[in-house]
């Protein structure tokens, strides 16, 4: 492979094996608790994660096109990202899980609006100290790399789980037509930025991807890493699908990510 490890913060590593080593399990009880994120008249559903002291930076997740935030992957997140001291907010896009679908709006305009909102919400929470991470997987990492590029001097920390270059390719398909009606009411419309050829301003970015992506080729990730500031790190596993369904994989991944937070947010454990 053309990437070797170079530091902890910045470089490439291919990664051969899962790791079961995972951060310690905190003293204090983490507390998990529904609510609500009010955008522009609805409301998006939404769960965060408290680690046992507050106010805490928060870690906002952003899922993929088609999932939502009871994926069992972001609930393994937010639990491992509370543990390690962290707010972590998961919430549903519109059109997706309880949320319901937004009208008039491309799905990048939408999408956009949802996760901007999620930012605002979290920052006036009594438990955020105004440190804020992005977190996300396919979609949503393309998403929080846009979101980090608009907000770098608020965004401390960016994690892109099998995030896609380009979603220009992004189509309703048979299998999926009802899935995507719920999100598209109106007809399908990417909107844009279809790609992040703009990305410019972002730094502190964590890239993951599993080498037998079959959804999102693993040299998107390559493409994104060579368009970051430093500090940057890409993570490549060679057995992980999209999903990092793996059991161990998705251990290591989520040991990643939160590494990568305690080291940009500053957090002491």
Not at 178 to 188: A, H, M, S, W
Request: aromatic residues 6%; negative net charge.
């Amino acid at each position: 492979m053309p990437f070797v490890p170079k530091t902890a913060h910045s470089g490439s590593e291919t990664d051969s094996r899962p790791r079961e080593d995972m951060l310690s399990p905190p003293v204090e009880l983490a507390i998990c608790k529904e609510l609500f994120i009010e955008s522009d008249g609805m409301d998006l559903s939404a769960v965060v994660h408290l680690p046992g002291k507050v106010p805490a930076p928060v870690i906002v997740c952003s899922h993929g096109l088609l999932s939502a935030k009871e994926s069992p992957k972001f609930v393994a997140i937010c639990e491992t990202m509370s543990k390690a001291g962290f707010c972590a907010l998961r919430f549903d896009f519109s059109g997706c899980g309880d949320s319901p679908p937004r009208h008039a709006m491309s799905l990048v305009e939408a999408r956009m609006h949802d996760l901007k909102a999620a930012m605002s919400f979290a920052l006036k929470q009594p438990w955020s100290d105004g440190r804020i991470g992005l977190l996300g997987s396919s979609l949503g990492g393309f998403l929080s790399l846009l979101a980090a590029n608009e907000r770098p001097e608020l965004i401390r920390a960016t994690v892109c789980w099998a995030a896609p270059f380009d979603i220009s390719g992004i189509h309703p398909d048979t299998e999926h037509f009802e899935e995507l009606r719920t999100i598209f009411p109106d007809g399908p419309s990417l909107g844009s930025p279809t790609n992040l050829d703009a990305l410019g301003e972002v730094g502190r970015v964590l890239l993951i991807h599993g080498q037998l992506d079959n959804v999102v080729p693993w040299r998107d990730s390559v493409r994104i890493y060579e368009r970051l500031n430093d500090p940057k790190k890409l993570l490549l596993m060679r057995t992980a699908d999209h999903r990092i369904s793996d059991d161990s994989w998705r251990k290591r991944a989520i040991q990643a990510s939160a590494e990568w937070f305690l080291t940009h947010l500053k957090i002491k454990t």
